[in-house]
């Protein structure tokens, strides 16, 4: 029932930019921080951004300045704006949802491939 859908992946050239978005159904979304985490093969997965049910945001220091997350509640949509994208940048990219209140939940989407050519 519950479900993270994301969207928005594709193939783009360094310098390029994409947005990512992710649909949330089934949950309490303002109750949820929201995020985004990516894993590249061979490494860690790691996070990329979020945002608590409050609005404050905390980003990777590999992507500051370069990438912007944002949330609409009223969608229950959470997007990831990235710019001036680099060949390191290559991932797939994970929505998340931490519920941040009792009951505590966590969730992650399916994933969407992001490749980054030179």
């Known amino acids: 029932q519950v479900q993270l859908v994301e969207s928005g992946g594709g193939l783009v050239q360094a310098g390029g930019s994409l947005r990512l978005s992710c649909a949330a159904s089934g949950i309490s979304f303002s109750l949820n921080a929201m995020g985004w985490y990516r894993q590249a093969p061979g490494k860690q997965r790691e996070l990329v951004a979020d945002?608590?049910?409050?609005?404050?945001?905390n980003y990777a220091e590999s992507v500051k300045g370069r990438f912007t997350i944002s949330r609409d509640n009223s969608k229950n949509t959470v997007t990831l704006q990235m710019n001036s994208l680099k060949p390191e940048d290559t991932a797939v990219y994970y929505c998340t949802a931490r519920r941040e209140t009792f009951p505590r939940r966590n969730y992650w989407g399916q994933g969407t491939q992001v490749t980054v050519s030179s």
């Open positions: 945002m608590t049910s409050g609005g404050g945001t």
